[in-house]
């Protein structure tokens, strides 16, 4: 093998490695009689150093430049700038097989360049600037592999016809906007053109006749045609990939005649195909089980998906990656369920005019009580699956009707939604729907709604009063989920964010409330939204606003200590502190004290029922005179029911009572205990500590006055005895 690309070079021969001088392949000036090895006809295999990427030089080589390697069988050229080349370039080279000439530059190629290679089998001109196919590979008759990747051909001519023996074929990374099979050889097996701009196939009967892989991935196809002339696939095809393309549909039959298909490929991204439905009849066709990959796709979830988890004949194809398709709510886009979740949950709806149980016998005449109907001027969806009653779904949609001017709702309906322009809610006419679990009420104008107004729908446990007229919250036994959003909602107080405790799902957001919230002292909304459960439950925590001093209209979440970007910092201790206390004594007088009503003389006390072996405890916040002896006989529960004395309806089901007479002691005095104990033995010692300090800076002075002030004092008490006092002999 033998590649020229860089500034030295080495063959290597029977007798070793031989240097080919710099100047000898740098300006292609290759001295004819200085042999780069014993033989030229055992030249076998070149090693290199490369050249720069950055190099700027261009090589003008000379005709017959390795016309004394006669045996070379294998030649890579790559970065080098070639220019004007020769069409004797390659003269001699007779045994050549394989060619590369790689990001060289080149924008075209001499007519018979190749006239000098006729055993030459592949042939790699990829990274060049090439803007159609060289005319010079006419003469490549025995040419299997030919890759023209990452340069500019914009379209094909007809010069590939005229190699026969052409089976692999790569022009990916191009600019091709069409291809047409008829200009390609009717022999190639495989055909590779991805990242192009390619959004039309022109095919006819007879042309790829051999095709069995084609690679069309990257590229701008917008659909697939099972008729005519255009997007239609060969017929011979087993792999296809059809993926990051722009397929919004598939028509039914478009694979009917591909029967060796094994594979197709149509993953995709966000922003490429986008099929929201593919029917199984539009895969029919391959005789053997065909495998899919569909992920990424914009599905929708609707009953013709079915067939991607619940095959329904042995030919029915396999989804390969169906654990990664996903699919829009069909009722509400913005949510996306994995397809499994979405079968698991029933959620796969199909529209319907009627339906028919499998009880009924009658739906074939025109009258026929036991089919269902749906209403006039309504939408109508029923999911996939009846196989389960707590999870079958009957949805009915209406909108902008008069509520006294619907037709009868079907009993059997699940979810329904009505908007119009309604002052007042008049549920009469709708009649009572036993199965209905969820109300969607929008944008009617209400401005109230009782409990009552329910009743007719005892199983209700969802309603939807978005972008209506309530000012607070309402209190609506049963309900789990409550959808609020886009009402004229006051500020919230801690009592009404106690009516969300008991409830899995609510929405507040939207733009017409008027809620405050502060960095110092937090509203009460801010704290309970503070809690982690809490945020959970909200729907569009992300809509929800509110005003904050200094920075205006902000969404809430900004106000979260611990959300990125928050503009409220972590307060200090003593803020965490208060925040605290005044939740604390909020949640004390906002609670719903729940138990038996007992008759006093001075008072009715709420008395809290004990666990059984207990007595009754009082409320903390009631006074309650001392109990008398016949007063401590309580009648004790075995569970801590509620119920109230004359109000048989507040009674529970089963209360066993049992008498105990309580033994009563007055608490035991606790120990007083000074938090400063354990300081006074260190305080003692600091005061010792000081005393002894004040005594010795008392004796320094003392010391100091009688040394300098008083000196006569000082040195009468040390004079030396008089001379006549002294002894003689001193």
């Given at each position: 093998?033998?590649?020229?690309?860089?500034?030295?070079?080495?063959?290597?021969?029977?007798?070793g490695?031989?240097?080919l001088r710099?100047s000898h392949?740098?300006?292609?000036a290759v001295e004819?009689?200085k042999?780069a090895?014993?033989?030229?006809s055992r030249?076998?295999?070149y090693?290199?150093?490369?050249?720069?990427?950055l190099?700027?030089g261009?090589?003008?080589p000379?005709?017959?430049?390795?016309?004394?390697?006669?045996?070379?069988d294998?030649?890579?050229?790559?970065r080098?700038h070639?220019?004007d080349?020769p069409a004797d370039?390659f003269?001699?080279l007779?045994?050549l097989?394989?060619?590369i000439?790689?990001?060289?530059k080149?924008d075209?190629?001499p007519?018979?360049?190749?006239?000098?290679?006729p055993?030459?089998i592949t042939?790699d001109?990829?990274?060049?600037?090439?803007?159609?196919?060289p005319?010079a590979?006419?003469?490549?008759r025995?040419?299997?592999?030919?890759d023209?990747?990452?340069?500019?051909?914009a379209?094909?001519?007809?010069?590939l016809?005229?190699m026969?023996?052409?089976?692999?074929?790569?022009?990916?990374?191009?600019?091709l906007t069409n291809i047409d099979?008829r200009?390609?050889?009717?022999?190639?097996?495989?055909l590779?053109?991805r990242?192009n701009?390619?959004?039309?196939?022109?095919?006819?009967p007879?042309?790829a006749?051999h095709?069995?892989r084609?690679?069309l991935?990257?590229?701008?196809l917008?659909f697939?045609s099972?008729?005519?002339t255009?997007?239609?696939?060969?017929?011979?095809?087993?792999t296809?990939?059809l993926?990051?393309?722009r397929?919004?549909?598939?028509?039914d039959?478009?694979?009917?005649?591909l029967?060796e298909?094994?594979?197709?490929?149509?993953?995709s991204?966000?922003?490429?195909?986008?099929?929201?439905?593919?029917r199984?009849?539009?895969l029919?066709?391959?005789?053997?089980?065909l495998?899919?990959l569909?992920?990424?796709?914009?599905?929708t979830?609707?009953?013709?998906?079915?067939?991607?988890l619940?095959p329904?004949?042995?030919s029915?194809?396999?989804?390969?990656d169906?654990d990664s398709?996903e699919?829009?709510?069909?009722?509400?886009?913005e949510?996306r369920l994995?397809?499994?979740v979405?079968d698991?949950?029933?959620e796969l709806l199909c529209?319907?005019?009627?339906?028919?149980p499998?009880?009924?016998t009658?739906c074939?005449?025109?009258f026929?009580?036991c089919?269902i109907?749906?209403?006039?001027g309504?939408q109508?969806?029923r999911?996939s699956r009846?196989?389960n009653?707590n999870?079958?779904q009957?949805?009915?949609?209406?909108e902008?009707l008069r509520?006294?001017k619907?037709?009868?709702?079907?009993?059997?309906?699940t979810?329904?939604q009505?908007?119009?322009?309604w002052?007042?809610w008049t549920?009469?006419k709708?009649?009572k729907?036993d199965?209905?679990?969820?109300?969607?009420?929008t944008?009617?104008?209400?401005?109230?709604l009782?409990?009552?107004?329910?009743?007719?729908?005892?199983r209700l446990?969802?309603l939807?009063?978005?972008?209506?007229e309530?000012t607070d919250?309402?209190?609506l036994?049963g309900i789990?989920?409550?959808?609020i959003?886009?009402?004229?909602l006051?500020?919230?107080?801690?009592?009404?964010?106690l009516?969300f405790?008991?409830?899995?799902?609510?929405?507040i957001?939207g733009?017409?409330n008027s809620w405050?919230?502060?960095?110092d002292?937090p509203?009460?909304?801010?704290r309970w939204?503070r809690?982690e459960?809490n945020?959970d439950?909200?729907?569009d925590?992300?809509?929800?606003?509110?005003?904050l001093?200094?920075?205006?209209?902000?969404?809430?979440?900004?106000?979260?200590p611990?959300?990125?970007?928050?503009?409220?910092?972590?307060?200090?201790?003593d803020t965490?502190?208060?925040?605290?206390?005044?939740?604390n004594l909020?949640?004390r007088?906002?609670t719903?004290v729940?138990?038996v009503?007992e008759?006093?003389?001075?008072?009715?006390?709420?008395?809290l029922?004990?666990k059984?072996g207990?007595?009754?405890?009082?409320?903390?916040?009631?006074t309650t005179?001392?109990p008398?002896?016949?007063?401590m006989?309580?009648?004790v529960?075995d569970?801590?029911e509620v119920?109230f004395?004359?109000r048989?309806d507040?009674?529970?089901t089963v209360i066993?009572f049992?008498?105990?007479?309580p033994?009563?002691?007055p608490?035991k005095r606790?120990?007083?205990e000074?938090p400063?104990?354990t300081?006074?033995?260190l305080?003692?010692l600091?005061?010792v500590?000081?005393?002894?300090?004040?005594l010795?800076?008392?004796?320094?002075?003392?010391?100091?006055?009688?040394r300098?002030?008083?000196t006569d004092?000082?040195?009468?008490?040390?004079?030396e005895p008089?001379?006549e006092?002294?002894?003689?002999n001193?």
């Open positions: 093998m033998v590649r020229l690309s860089g500034a030295v070079s080495v063959l290597r021969g029977p007798a490695p031989f240097p710099p392949l740098q300006m292609g004819r009689d042999p090895c014993a033989g030229p030249v076998r295999a090693v290199d150093d490369t050249m720069p990427h190099s700027t261009k090589s003008r000379p005709a017959g430049l390795f016309a004394g390697l006669r045996n070379l294998r030649l890579e050229i790559e080098c070639l220019m080349l370039l003269a001699g007779h045994q097989y394989s060619l000439v790689r990001n060289a080149l075209d190629l007519a018979s360049i190749f006239d000098h290679l055993n030459l042939l001109l990829t990274g060049n600037s090439l803007k159609i196919e005319f590979l006419r003469s490549l025995n040419v299997i592999h030919v023209l990747s990452n340069n500019s051909i379209f094909l001519a007809n010069t016809i005229s026969p023996k052409l089976r692999v074929l790569t022009i990916d990374h191009n600019r099979f200009r390609l050889p009717e022999d190639l097996t495989d590779s053109l990242h701009f390619i959004s039309t196939i022109h095919y006819t007879g042309s006749r095709l069995k084609l690679d991935a990257h590229n701008q917008d697939i099972g008729t005519g255009v997007n239609i696939l060969p017929k011979e095809l087993k296809v990939d993926s990051h393309n397929i919004a549909y598939m028509q039959g478009t694979l009917e005649r029967e298909l094994i594979l197709l490929d149509l993953n991204t966000s922003k490429n195909n986008s099929l929201a439905e593919l199984e009849s539009s029919a066709g391959p005789k053997n089980r495998k899919l569909l992920a990424h796709n914009p599905f979830c609707t009953c013709s998906l079915k067939w991607m619940h329904t004949t042995k029915t194809p396999t989804v390969l169906v398709v699919c829009a709510h069909l009722l509400q886009p949510i994995n397809l499994t979405a698991r949950k029933n529209k319907y005019e009627n339906q028919c499998a009880s009924c009658c074939r005449f025109p026929c009580e089919r109907d749906c209403p006039k309504c109508c969806y999911s009846d196989d009653e999870l079958l009957n949805v009915i949609r209406c902008g509520i006294d619907l037709d009868e709702i079907p009993d059997s309906v979810e329904l009505l908007s119009g322009d002052h007042s549920p009469e709708l009649g729907l199965r209905l679990r969820f109300l969607n009420l944008n009617a104008r209400l401005r109230s009782e409990s009552s107004e329910l009743a007719t729908f005892p446990s969802g939807d009063l978005g972008s209506n309530f919250p309402m209190q036994p789990t989920q409550l959808y959003a886009n009402n004229p006051k500020e919230l107080s801690t009592k009404d964010l009516l405790e008991g409830m899995r799902r609510v929405a957001g733009q017409r405050e919230c502060d960095c002292a509203s009460s909304l801010q939204l809690v459960g945020r439950k909200v729907k925590l992300a809509q929800v606003y509110c005003n001093p200094l920075h205006g209209r902000i969404r809430i979440e900004r106000t979260f611990d959300a990125n970007g928050t503009l409220c910092p972590k307060e200090e201790e965490s502190n208060w925040v605290k206390m005044v939740k909020e949640d007088t906002s719903v729940y138990g009503y008759p006093s003389t001075s008072t009715i006390q709420p008395i029922l004990a059984e207990q007595t009754a405890r009082h409320h903390p916040f009631t005179p001392k008398t002896a016949p007063e006989e309580k009648p529960v569970d801590a119920f004395p004359g048989p507040f009674r529970p066993t049992r008498t105990q007479k033994n009563w002691r608490p606790k120990a007083r000074d400063n104990d300081h006074r033995f305080n003692a600091i005061f500590l000081f005393v002894a300090v004040i010795l800076i008392i004796a320094v002075g003392i010391t100091v006055y009688f300098f002030t008083k004092v000082y040195i009468g008490s040390h004079r008089a001379l006092q002294r002894p003689l001193a």
